[in-house]
T-cell receptor, first 112, second 117 residues
Framework: AQRVTQPEKLLSVFKGAPVELKCNYSYSGSPELFWYVQYSRQRLQLLLRHISRESIKGFTADLNKGETSFHLKKPFAQEEDSAMYYCALSRYGSSNTGKLIFGQGTTLQVKP | EAQVTQNPRYLITVTGKKLTVTCSQNMNHEYMSWYRQDPGLGLRQIYYSMNVEVTDKGDVPEGYKVSRKEKRNFPLILESPSPNQTSLYFC????????????????FGDGTRLSIL
């Protein structure tokens, strides 16, 4: 079964501390992984995707196919990073339907 | 401004009273989708549409209908709402096209909070 698991509902850290939001997936085909973020009173929006291999707002995520993980990391958390983060998966390949499978979400709280 | 617009933002209604949640996008996207968000479950896809007159079921389509008569609009219809459809609903669109290898970023609306009593 296709599944995305984010084991932490809430992650609370102090400003300047490193952050790692965990994401594990279960998928039999070739996956494409994403992180979406929802800041307070804003729309859900794409943060980054593994295909791009880029860093956005200091966040990075590496797809580890051996461990089936796509953890989101930032070395030094900022208060403005406080938000709800969703890991999502879709199929990569010609049979892609555009569907995203979301994890349950993790609320990141960065304390001053 | 490029955006996805949903209406209404909030609705409280009663069991069995048909309702429609509208969704409109101004980005000329072919792909549109509806999700529901429930605590502990994340977002789950209800229906999606690859283009005009092309719709298909997502993971939780029971109790919902959609239509795609125009490219910009993708309304979600609850013919006979029930309390288990109380949820937060999101419409999304993207430039994804059928046959593409890779997904495209999805643009989300602000959400519609439905309460069915």
């Amino acid at each position: 079964a296709q599944r995305v698991t984010q084991p932490e509902k809430l992650l609370s850290v102090f400003k300047g501390a490193p952050v790692e939001l965990k994401c594990n997936y279960s998928y039999s085909g070739s996956p494409e992984l994403f992180w979406y973020v929802q800041y307070s009173r804003q729309r859900l929006q794409l943060l980054l995707r593994h295909i791009s291999r880029e860093s956005i707002k200091g966040f990075t995520a590496d797809l580890n196919k051996g461990e089936t993980s796509f953890h989101l990391k930032k070395p030094f958390a900022q208060e403005e990073d406080s938000a709800m983060y969703y890991c999502a998966l879709s199929r990569y390949g010609s049979s892609n339907t555009g569907k995203l499978i979301f994890g349950q979400g993790t609320t990141l709280q960065v304390k001053p | 401004e490029a955006q996805v617009t949903q209406n209404p933002r909030y609705l409280i209604t009663v069991t069995g009273k048909k309702l429609t949640v509208t969704c409109s996008q101004n980005m000329n996207h072919e792909y549109m989708s509806w999700y529901r968000q429930d605590p502990g479950l994340g977002l789950r896809q209800i229906y999606y549409s690859m283009n005009v007159e092309v719709t298909d079921k997502g993971d939780v389509p029971e109790g919902y209908k959609v239509s795609r008569k125009e490219k910009r609009n993708f309304p979600l219809i609850l013919e006979s709402p029930s309390p288990n459809q109380t949820s937060l609903y999101f419409c999304a669109s993207s430039s994804f096209k059928a046959g593409a290898l890779s997904n495209q970023p999805q643009h989300f609306g602000d959400g519609t909070r439905l309460s069915i009593l």
